[in-house]
C-alpha cells in the first residue's frame, strides 16, 4: 500500500513526511524527520522513554501511530531549549547529575514539563507519581526527584 | 494496513462491518498498539474514532452524565463536577497506567479490551451505567457489565461500537469507590479490584447498592450477594462482615504470577471493606 501522507507541527515548525499506516510516530520522528532525541525503551508504554507531547498532552510516542499525527501539534525534546539557552529543567538535570546513561533523560524532561505547566509548586510526592510513567535504571530516581523540586523554584522566582 | 479515521460514528460502523479481515477499532491505542507490536493481532484495517465528536465528549442529559467512550482518562480526571459526582469511577480511571497512558486510554477501550483486570470498569457498572452501541443495524444500549464475556472476549456483533457511557441520575446521599489491589503503587495491573457504589436514606439506611468484582474470574463479576448485604443496613460492622464474605464467596480466581489464588479470594473480602467504608463515607457527605 502507498504511503500516508502526513501534515503535522512539529516544536512549532510545519512538517510532512510518508510513513506507513501502522508505523508509530516515534519511529516517524526518528527515522523520517531524523528527531533522534526521542528514545525507544519498550515499545510497549511502560517506561515513558518515548514521551512527546501530543496536542498538549503527555503519551508514548511508541503507542500513537505517525498518521494520529495529522493536523496536530507535536512537542519533542528537540524544541526544549532556546538555541544556546538550556530549559531550566535540562540545566538543573545537568546540575543534580539526575542521569548517567541518558536514554531516559528526554522523556523524563518532557514529562516534567508537562508537570510544571500545569502545578508549578509540586511535592516530592507529587512529583514522584507523575513521573511513574518514567523509568530510569541507573539514577534511582532521587536525584531526578530532586532536579525537577529544584528547577520547579526556580521557575517560581522568575 | 488500511488507516480510517471518520467523523461519524455511521461511517465508523459501516467501515467496520464490511471489512472482510481483520478490523479494530483504535481508541487511545495503548492496548491495541502493544497487540501489534508483539504480533498478537495484525490488523488489516484499522477506524480510529477520535474524530467523532460524540464519543469524546462528556456531557449532562437532563441530570445523566454521558461519557463519550473515545474520552481519555486525563479528560475525565480533569472534569470536576464529573468528579464530584462519580468519584468512585474516577478512582478506577485515575489508576490505569501512567499519565502518559491516561492520555489516551480511554473507558471504552479499557471496557471493549475485555480484561478481567480493567480499572476502570468495576466502578463503571458498580455506577449502573449504560453501554450505548452502535452498529450497522441502528443503536442498542445494554448495562456494561454484558459487554465483556471473557479476556479478550465482548458481545459486540461484528461492526458494533460502544459510543458512550450513560450514568444514572444520581440519588442523594450517594457515593462510590473503587479499590484495587497491586504490588506497586503505580503501573501495575490489578491482582484484585472492588468497585461498589451506594445510596443512604436521610437515617444512614443502605436502600440501593451495587458491588462489582475484577481479575477474580474471566470476566468482571457483580455481586448481588454482596450488595444485598448492605441493603437495609447502617452499614455497620455486621453488615461489612457479611459483604466480606459474599465477595469472599463470589471470587473464583486463578493462580496466576500476580497472585494466588487463595490471596486474591483473602483480598476480595479485604477490598470489599475497605472500599465500601470509603463509598459509605462519601454517601454521608453527599
Known amino acids: 500500500m502507498a504511503r500516508k501522507h502526513v501534515t503535522t507541527t512539529v516544536n512549532g515548525d510545519e512538517v510532512d513526511f510518508l510513513c506507513e499506516t501502522d508505523q508509530t510516530l516515534l519511529s516517524a520522528l526518528r527515522d523520517e524527520l531524523q528527531l533522534t532525541g526521542t528514545k525507544e525503551g519498550c515499545g510497549t508504554g511502560d517506561c515513558g522513554a518515548c514521551s512527546v507531547m501530543l496536542n498538549g498532552r503527555l503519551v508514548c510516542s511508541c503507542l500513537t501511530l505517525a498518521v494520529e499525527a495529522e493536523g496536530k501539534t507535536v512537542d519533542t525534546i528537540e524544541g526544549m531549549a532556546h538555541g544556546e539557552e538550556l530549559h531550566p529543567l535540562q540545566r538543573k538535570f545537568l546540575e543534580h547529575a539526575a542521569l548517567q546513561c541518558g536514554i531516559c533523560t528526554p522523556g523524563f524532561l518532557i514529562a516534567s514539563r508537562a508537570l510544571l505547566e500545569r502545578n508549578p509548586d509540586p511535592s516530592e510526592e507529587e512529583v514522584r507519581y507523575w513521573l511513574a510513567g518514567n523509568l ?14 529544584d528547577a520547579a523554584a526556580e521557575m517560581r522566582g522568575r | 494496513m488500511q488507516y480510517e479515521a471518520p467523523p461519524t460514528l455511521d ?29 498478537i493481532v495484525s490488523p488489516d484495517l484499522v477506524v480510529d474514532i477520535k474524530n ?45 497506567g501512567s499519565i502518559q497512558i491516561r492520555g489516551r486510554a480511554t473507558m471504552g477501550g479499557n471496557l471493549c479490551n475485555a480484561s478481567p483486570a480493567a480499572d476502570s470498569v468495576p466502578a463503571i457498572i458498580a455506577a449502573g451505567a449504560v453501554a450505548a452501541i452502535a452498529g450497522p443495524n441502528g443503536r442498542r444500549e445494554v448495562p456494561v457489565e454484558e459487554i465483556g464475556v471473557g479476556p479478550g472476549k465482548t458481545s ?9 457511557f450513560l450514568f444514572p441520575r444520581r440519588a442523594p446521599r450517594s457515593g462510590g469507590a473503587y479499590l484495587r489491589f497491586t504490588p506497586r503503587t503505580e503501573m501495575d495491573i490489578a491482582v484484585v479490584g472492588f468497585g461498589v457504589d451506594l445510596t443512604l436514606d436521610a437515617s444512614g439506611t443502605c ?9 477474580v474470574a474471566e470476566r468482571i463479576l457483580v455481586v448481588d450477594d454482596a450488595a444485598k448485604a448492605l441493603i437495609g443496613t447502617a452499614i455497620d460492622d455486621g453488615a461489612i462482615r457479611n459483604l466480606e464474605q459474599a465477595a469472599r464467596a463470589a471470587a473464583r480466581p486463578i493462580d496466576d504470577k500476580r497472585g494466588t489464588k487463595e490471596f486474591r479470594v483473602e483480598i476480595a473480602g479485604v477490598l470489599a471493606r475497605r472500599a465500601t467504608r470509603i463509598a459509605a463515607e462519601r454517601a454521608r457527605q453527599g
Open chain 1, 136 to 149: 530510569c535504571r541507573c539514577t534511582g530516581y532521587h536525584k531526578i526527584v530532586e532536579a525537577v523540586l
Open chain 2, 11 to 39: 461511517a465508523a460502523t459501516a467501515l467496520l462491518a464490511g471489512a472482510p479481515g481483520t478490523a479494530r477499532v483504535l481508541a487511545g491505542g495503548t492496548d491495541l498498539l502493544v497487540q501489534m507490536h508483539s504480533d
Open chain 2, 52 to 96: 467523532i465528536a460524540e464519543m469524546r465528549a462528556i456531557t449532562l442529559e437532563d441530570g445523566r452524565y454521558r461519557v463519550g467512550a473515545a474520552a481519555t482518562g486525563m479528560e475525565i480526571m480533569e472534569h470536576a463536577d464529573f468528579n464530584k459526582v462519580w468519584p468512585g469511577v474516577v478512582d478506577g480511571v485515575r489508576l490505569i
Open chain 2, 156 to 164: 459486540l456483533a461484528k461492526g458494533e461500537i460502544v459510543a458512550s
Open chain 2, 207 to 215: 436502600t440501593a447498592a451495587k458491588v462489582a468484582l475484577g481479575a
